[in-house]
């Protein structure tokens, strides 16, 4: 068996620390931040300072192909996160009301997710690496460059870390990230790092996290998960999460001035008191804030696709070989999925080598860049629109005959068809050709659709929002 060290100790390194050490393996795993908060894992959230994951404090749904790898690989994890707080929740059970067919099928029981903040996710797969006699978890560690067996060889043989000393292994993962800096270490060292293809995603993220004082929902919870809408100039979602909490993020395009202000808690509560599928979710008797409000911007749809020869014994899993815009919530689902499948390339070719980054660049291309490409093109209409409302100009429609992310959505407000193929579209169960590429879903969706657009949840205006958001500007300043 070989030794793996793991540059990262997040979800993709601490899940592929776990699903190593189970298939034999020796693990290191490396990570630059200092340690976890103590105390119980409920309260850890509120603690545990990780500048080095800026995203761990903003809204995180857990999709199905996730969960469902977390449940059957790793169960013990899985029910370290209940007993904590996560909530398990089934979308079978949270069909649409006004569906023509409410009856459930024998797929809706893969429909699962958790309804938990991020660092409590983290949280718990750190306390069972760190308890997994197999792995060894240095935190406080950076990793600063790779080693090879001989200067300009293929092969990797380890890292170095910051003091100069160099840890040796026959397997290097990258998980560092989305900003990781392995592909400069392999160009510096002239050896082939792949062709990292990139656009922005167009969106900044506002979130705050809230305790919930009462037990029913204050409003519908029409994604299952929560409550949220995609409008025509910002998206505001409901996440419901651990413990009696929940969080809420807004996003809203990068350039659009008039929104900056949302950082500011009054602006933020403005522009959630103003779309009137959140509001009441914000009544002094339902919430209570737990949190300031947090910002994130400088946000890619990313994906590294492996050179001719990719350098040996070298991986990369998660955000460090594939972004998608968070609003997809598919990070984890892929990372949990690029851990399975190195796992499995690791079992049938042991030896490292040409043939096994072979096996493992050709399953990566394979289960990321249908996603990557999904996000491209949504986002690219999300943003065209948004662009539209805010200068006034009427929005560019799709071009003709291709189904748009808003009309399926719609549609499957009603048939059940339509609401199953993008349910399991949106888990990471099935890909987006089985939605925008089936001759039935297609003719499901303009039949649906053919009365004229039903009414949905409501959000603001632009008007709305812009006035909302300039208003407490001008309070917080008097
Ligand atoms: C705003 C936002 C919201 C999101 N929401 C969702 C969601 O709803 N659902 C979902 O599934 N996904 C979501 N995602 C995506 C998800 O957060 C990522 O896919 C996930 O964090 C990827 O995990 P990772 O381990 O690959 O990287 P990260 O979590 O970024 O971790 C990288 C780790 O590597 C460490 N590191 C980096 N460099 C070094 C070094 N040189 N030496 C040692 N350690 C190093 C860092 O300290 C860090 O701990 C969201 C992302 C964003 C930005």
Not at 170 to 184: E, F, N
Not at 318 to 325: E, F, H, L, Q, R
Not at 425 to 432: E, I, K, S, Y
Request: aromatic share 6%; net charge negative; charged share 20%.
């Amino acid at each position: 068996m070989a030794t793996a060290v793991i540059i990262g100790g997040s979800t993709a390194g601490l899940a592929g620390a776990l699903a190593l050490a189970r298939a034999g393996h020796r693990v290191e795993v490396l990570e630059r931040d200092p340690g976890t908060p103590p105390g119980r894992p409920a309260d850890a959230p509120a603690q545990w300072q990780r500048p080095t994951v800026p995203q761990s404090v903003h809204s995180h749904a857990f999709g199905s192909l996730g969960v469902n790898l977390l449940r059957e690989e790793y169960p013990e994890v899985y029910r370290e996160l209940v007993a904590a707080g996560a909530a398990e929740i089934r979308l079978g059970d949270r069909k649409p009301p006004f569906l023509d067919d409410p009856s459930d099928r024998p797929e809706d029981a893969e429909l699962n997710m958790l309804a938990c903040r991020r660092s409590l996710f983290d949280l718990v797969l750190r306390q069972a690496v760190a308890n997994h006699p197999g792995i060894v978890l240095r935190t406080g560690c950076t990793v600063r460059g790779l080693e090879f067996a001989a200067e300009g060889s293929p092969r990797v043989t380890g890292v170095r870390l910051e003091d100069g000393e160099q840890v040796a292994a026959d397997l290097v993962i990258d998980a560092a990230g989305r900003r990781s800096p392995v592909g400069d270490w392999l160009a510096a060292a002239g050896l082939p790092a792949g062709e990292v293809r990139s656009s922005s995603c167009e969106i900044t993220y506002y979130t705050r996290h809230y305790r919930a004082l009462t037990k029913a929902p204050a409003g519908p919870l029409n994604r299952g998960f929560g409550a949220g809408g995609l409008w025509d100039s910002y998206t505001a979602v409901l996440f419901l999460g651990d413990n009696d909490t929940f969080s809420i993020s807004l996003g809203v395009l990068p350039q659009d001035k008039e929104l900056k202000g949302l950082r500011t808690e009054e602006a933020f509560t403005a522009a959630v008191a103003a779309t009137p599928l959140l509001a009441p979710w914000l009544a002094p008797t339902v919430s209570e804030p737990i949190s300031p409000v947090y910002a994130m911007g400088g946000l890619d749809n990313s994906l590294r696709t492996a050179p001719a020869e990719p350098v040996q014994g070298l991986f990369a899993v998660g955000d460090s070989a594939a972004t998608t815009n968070p609003a997809y919530g598919r990070g984890v689902s892929l990372a949990l999925a690029q851990v399975r499948l190195l796992v499995q390339v690791l079992t049938e070719h042991p030896q490292v080598g040409a043939e096994q980054s072979a096996a493992y660049a050709a399953g990566a291309e394979r289960l990321l860049r249908p996603w990557f490409e999904d996000s491209v093109q949504n986002d690219a209409g999300r943003a065209g629109l948004w662009r539209a409302t805010a200068e006034g100009v009427r929005p560019l429609g799709p071009p003709p005959g291709v189904l748009t992310f808003g009309q399926v959505a719609e549609a499957g407000g009603t048939d059940a068809v339509v609401w199953r193929r993008v349910a399991r579209m949106m888990m990471t169960l099935a890909t987006p050709e089985t939605v925008y590429a089936d001759g039935e879903v297609r003719d499901r969706v303009l039949r649906a659709l053919s009365g004229g657009s039903r009414p949905g949840f409501p959000g603001a205006s632009r008007a709305q929002l812009v006035e909302a958001v300039a208003k407490a500007a001008a309070n917080s300043d008097s």
